[in-house]
């Protein structure tokens, strides 16, 4: 998996958290925070430019404001964001997405696709 690879990885695990956080936010009111956030989520990953400004202020906006719904957010997206979102993450995890990164870049300088679900499983010993 190269870079390109991985960020359209990334962006198909937050359309598809934001299309949960739509969904699940639907019933509430037309001005609810909640939903604004999950609109907010939507329209930050239609936008290359400030995917990476905005994103990670709606991560913590989820985590600090919607604990209820923080469970629900990808890990890997807290990786793939970084900075201030590795908060959000325990050291052990931290290494463990350290290690998938470096196998993730040593398979792409050989040219090989890495895959990252079942690298994942492997560390994490799921398999």
């Not at 870079?3 to 699940?24: C, I, K, N, P, W």
Request: net charge negative; hydrophobic share 40%; charged share 25%.
């Amino acid at each position: 998996m190269n870079d390109q690879q991985y960020l359209q990885y990334a962006r198909e695990r937050l359309a598809e958290f934001s299309r949960t956080l739509v969904l699940r936010s639907s019933h509430l009111p037309e001005d609810d925070p909640l939903r604004g956030l999950a609109q907010a989520f939507e329209a930050a990953n239609l936008d290359t430019e400030t995917l990476y400004a905005e994103v990670p202020l709606l991560i913590n906006r989820l985590f600090t404001t919607y604990t209820d719904f923080a469970p629900t957010f990808p890990r890997d997206l807290l990786w793939f964001f970084g900075g201030d979102c590795l908060h959000f993450m325990p050291d052990e995890e931290i290494a463990v997405y350290q290690q998938l990164d470096e196998l993730r870049t040593q398979a792409a300088a050989r040219g090989e696709i890495f895959d990252l679900k079942a690298g994942r499983a492997k560390l994490l010993k799921l398999q």
